[in-house]
């Protein structure tokens, strides 16, 4: 047996009541978030109130699906299912709309070399199983990926 083959499928995320709608987002190829109707502020992880003004008008939105690069980490021990992988980048990305959330960054050498910190970055899709991942690529300035 190759040593590279992946014995095990990536984890898939379960939806939960709360978190349906994002899910439902990414199958329509779109990135959610919650805007908070009193105050106008997004949030990212899915709440029942704003943690921001405290009100319960939380709304589902489409995102722009633009994001920064906030941090990252390159892992080059392969969990289960990402033998083939390896290394592969682990990001913290800002979004646009302002909430930050953790993806892997796609189509990009796993170096520090190809990495830059608050490079520009658009979300694309992965279906894995039931589920579809918001995952990111970069682009350059004029939106174009790079
Ligand atoms: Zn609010």
């Known amino acids: 047996m190759n040593a590279k083959t992946s014995l095990r499928?990536?984890?898939?995320?379960?939806?939960?009541?709360?978190?349906?709608?994002?899910?439902d987002g990414t199958?329509?190829?779109?990135?959610?978030?919650?805007r908070c109707s009193a105050c106008g502020a997004h949030h990212l992880?899915?709440?029942?109130?704003?943690?921001?003004?405290?009100?319960?008008?939380?709304?589902?939105?489409?995102?722009?699906g633009r994001a920064r690069l906030h941090s990252y980490v390159i892992s080059h021990i392969a969990a289960p299912g990402w033998e083939n992988e390896a290394p592969?980048?682990?990001?913290?990305?800002?979004?646009?709309?302002g909430p930050t959330m953790l993806s892997n960054l796609v189509?990009?050498?796993?170096s520090p070399d190809a990495l830059t910190l608050d490079m520009p970055?658009?979300?694309?899709?992965e279906t894995r199983g039931d589920a579809v991942l918001p995952l990111f690529r970069a682009i350059n300035a004029s939106g174009v990926p790079s």
């Open 27 to 34: 199958r329509a190829g779109e990135l959610r978030l919650q």
């Open 107 to 110: 189509g990009i050498a796993a």
């Open 45 to 64: 992880y899915p709440r029942f109130r704003c943690p921001a003004c405290g009100a319960d008008a939380l709304t589902w939105v489409r995102a722009s």
């Open 121 to 125: 970055l658009e979300v694309v899709f």
């Open 9 to 23: 499928p990536k984890a898939i995320p379960v939806p939960t009541p709360i978190t349906q709608p994002f899910w």
């Open 88 to 97: 592969y980048v682990i990001a913290v990305v800002k979004l646009h709309e």
